[in-house]
Structures are given as C-alpha cells and as structure tokens.
C-alpha cells in the first residue's frame, strides 16, 4: 500500500509538518478505519505528481517511507531502474521543486515515460490516447513493456487511476496484457515493495520460487469484511458519509484531525507546535 494524502491538493509549497500531515497522517487513517498494517503502509505518490522537494523528502526519511514514486523520467532508452535519494538526481527534474539534498535509503520508484501508438509521451498510462478497442490498448501497454524487457529489464510501472478501467474496452485489453505476459517464464508481476526487495537482493530465477517476498502468505491479515457500517459525520460544513468495517469516529477523518485518539502524528504536531 501506498499513501496519496488526506487532502490530494497541490504539495509544492506544504511545510514538512503538512507533509507529515497529509502521507503520515493517511497511513494512519488507512490503519485505523480501513484494517491495513501501519506497517504495510511502505511508499507514496504526490497528487498530480506535484512534489514537495526538499521538504517532502525529509518527510520521507523522518517517517520512516521507504519509497517515493512521483517522479516522470522522461529519459527512457534505456529506461530507468529504481534510484535511492543517496546522491542526487541523474534525470531532468520535470515538475520541480525536486530534491536537491541527500535522503539515504529512501528510494524513487521513477514513472518513466510511455510513448502511446501516436508518438504521444505520458507519465500514466491512462494520460496516454489510449486506443478504442481492446487490441489497441494491448498493443499499446506491450509496447512499452518490451522496451523495457528488451533492453535493461527495468521494472515496468503500470501506474493508472481507476476511473480508466470502467471503460470496458481499456480493462479487456489490460488483461489481454496481463495474460499475455503472465505466461512468460522470466516474468513476475509483483507489488513496487516486492520489487524494490528484489532490486536489494537481486535473485536468480533458480532460487526465486523461495524468495521471501515473493510469497503469498497473508495469514496475518484481517478476513474480508463485506458488511461496512456506514458513518455519518459533519465536515467542512456538510454531513460526509464513509463505509468503514472499524468502529465509526467521533470527526471525519482529515489533517490533523484523524479521530485517532493514539495518533503519533496529530499528538506530536500539536506538541511541537504548542
């Protein structure tokens, strides 16, 4: 899982507080009322890719995240493999302001740019002109993957917002894709934590079947619950309604204000700050 912020506003100018706020504070909404581990909570991306430079990086490595994935790499013969802040950016900063200093272990899961069936660039791959019918999109994504499996074996993102999938059309061509490729031996298709653990501890093919992140025990996790309750709860002048399988809080869910009476992030802002 990833956090995407409580507020999904425009990032560039937040303090790291707010920073702090919006990733840190989501991963503990998403634990408190939505039944995942904090602890599952590992990386980010900022809304509409707008970064938060050196600020939001600090954030990162003070909140113990340990990936970034919002920034487009327009270089991509060869694409790029996943980078750690260690020392300074390689590739054009494409929306600044992009880091200027050193975040040791903190990585960058890099949205390296398609080329869509018209010679258009994009960073997701529903900002593309996605084909009309279902073997145009197919053709699209494989495109693009073999530039990747042809040449360097970079990890390939897949990086969409769900509105593109109700199109009929766009989902049956994906999962033409995802067939097509789930029937090469040399190919996983895995989370970006599974990745990155791999580009850490790169193992050979041989050995694969008992690499740890790789398995797909969740024993641990919670059953699925098919019965939310729903809560009505004031915000910003107007009643919010959310489904939750966790009991209702007493306030909406937002910045600074979870409704998490153990929040570390709501507690130690209001200390810091007092």
Known sequence: MASHTVSHSFGEQFSQKKWTREIAGQRE????????????????????????????????YDSNF?????LPVYENRPPSWPYTFDYKIFHDCMIPPCPTRSYPGVWQVPMVMWQDLNGGRCSMGDACSNPSESDGVQKMIMKNFERHYTTNRAPFGLFYHAAWFTQPHHKEGFIKFLDAINQMPDVWIVTNWQMLQWVRDPTPISRINSFQPFQCDYSDRPKRCNNPKVCNLWHKSGVRYMKTCQPCPDIY??????????????????DSTA
């Open 29 to 60: 909404i998403l634990a408190a009322y939505g039944g995942v581990k904090l602890s599952d909570v590992r990386g980010m991306r900022a809304p509409f890719l707008s970064v938060g430079g050196n600020k939001m990086y600090k954030m990162l």
């Open 66 to 70: 340990t990936y970034d994935s919002s």
């Open 253 to 270: 869910p937002w910045t600074g204000k979870s409704g998490i009476r153990s929040s570390r992030i709501d507690n130690e802002i209001e």
